[in-house]
């Protein structure tokens, strides 16, 4: 897992973001470099020993190019007491207004 480090130092320094990303594909990680939005890259990691408590309350956007990753990456985020998360199977092959692929959204105030 990569671009966790900056998030972490702004939850120890009592600051949150108000989204993370996280990209289960190649993706650049120096978005505090770059002013963006917190994106984390979880390419090729074992998501089973993924470490993700730095986003307790907070909100999650999940891509990947795998239905059980992101399946998996989505139940990783709810173990981690994420405030919400919104996952979805990024289906490559197909442009963006015909992905039918696995969607999944939690949402810890709703349940």
């Known amino acids: 897992m990569k671009g966790q480090d900056e998030i972490i130092r702004m939850r120890m320094s ?3 973001p108000e989204w993370v990303h996280i990209y289960d594909f190649p993706y650049p ?3 505090a470099e770059q002013g963006m939005i917190p994106s984390i890259c979880t ?3 074992l998501i089973k020993t993924l470490d993700m408590r730095f986003l307790v309350n907070l909100k999650v956007c999940v891509s990947s190019c795998s239905e059980k990753r992101a399946m998996a990456l989505f139940e990783a985020c709810k173990q981690a007491k994420v405030a919400l998360v919104a996952a979805a199977y990024v289906q490559t092959d197909k442009p963006t207004w015909k ?3 696995w969607t999944g959204i ?3 105030t709703a349940n």
């Open 29 to 31: 990680t120096d978005w």
């Open 106 to 108: 939690y949402n810890a």
């Open 14 to 16: 009592g600051l949150k």
């Open 99 to 101: 992905q039918d692929g």
């Open 43 to 45: 390419d090729n990691d």
